[in-house]
């Protein structure tokens, strides 16, 4: 007997980019938690939803630029592929009820209307503020210029093909100390990516400032790197 094939579905209609963010106790949720939470969210909202095809076809839901676990974020994008076409404000507000409280949901666009290119191409910075819970201004300022001042700063961080070590004072476009003392981080996404927690280590490694490896990391903005101004471009801003 000849193998049944899989079921072809039919490709999306109509991209959908929302941008939500991550506040309160749900910065301790991984990707995989959030991942759950928003399939589990677009079935209560009755968001018509374009299938993968195969055996076991999954709603078209695309990830990019997922925060770690433990920051928080008012920065997360997220792609939903529809079957029907929808009222963008109108899907973001089904979604949002629906979302457990501290995943909320900031706008909601036709990818239509945005930059050509994947989501994932359009988010190529981070913006990150991170709280040393009161370590004095003077040594952070210090350890901060320290860090400048040093062309390539070697950190080790284990991943999952084992021990790994790379620069992450490459990707630092800018470092920044506020008046109460935390850090103000502008990170470029490079491969090997490097995290705020990396910044941490290579601060550490260059001027022995004791902070914990892991501040209060919060994602502010998240899109296109502007180097000439030291900033990041919308990623749903229309065409």
Do not use: N
Request: hydrophobic fraction near 40%.
């Amino acid at each position: 007997m000849a193998r049944q094939q899989p079921e072809q579905q039919a490709p999306p209609v109509q991209r959908i980019r929302i941008r939500y963010a991550k506040r309160g106790r749900l910065r301790f949720t991984s990707h995989r938690d959030v991942s759950r939470a928003i399939e589990r969210a677009v079935v209560r909202a009755g968001i018509p939803m374009a299938y993968s095809s195969g055996f076991h076809p999954h709603p078209r839901i695309s990830y990019a630029g997922a925060s770690p676990t433990g920051a928080a974020s008012e920065s997360e994008y997220v792609e939903l592929g529809l079957a029907e076409t929808r009222d963008p404000a109108a899907v973001g507000e089904a979604l949002d009820a629906v979302l457990p409280d501290g995943l909320d949901v900031v706008v909601a666009v036709d990818a239509a209307t945005t930059a050509a290119g994947s989501l994932a191409d359009l988010l190529t910075a981070s913006h990150w503020l991170i709280d040393l819970g009161g370590t004095e201004p003077d040594r952070v300022r210090a350890a901060v210029d320290a860090f400048l001042a040093t062309e390539s700063v070697t950190v080790e961080r284990m991943t999952k093909k084992g021990l790994r070590s790379f620069d992450c004072r490459a990707a630092v476009v800018r470092l920044l100390v506020t008046p109460e003392g935390d850090l103000d981080l502008l990170l470029e996404h490079t491969v090997p990516a490097v995290r705020p927690d990396d910044v941490l280590t290579g601060l550490r490694e260059v001027s022995g400032l004791d902070v914990a490896a892991t501040g209060l990391l919060t994602r502010v903005a998240q899109g296109v790197l502007e180097r000439s101004t030291e900033s990041i471009g919308d990623p749903l801003a229309t065409r």
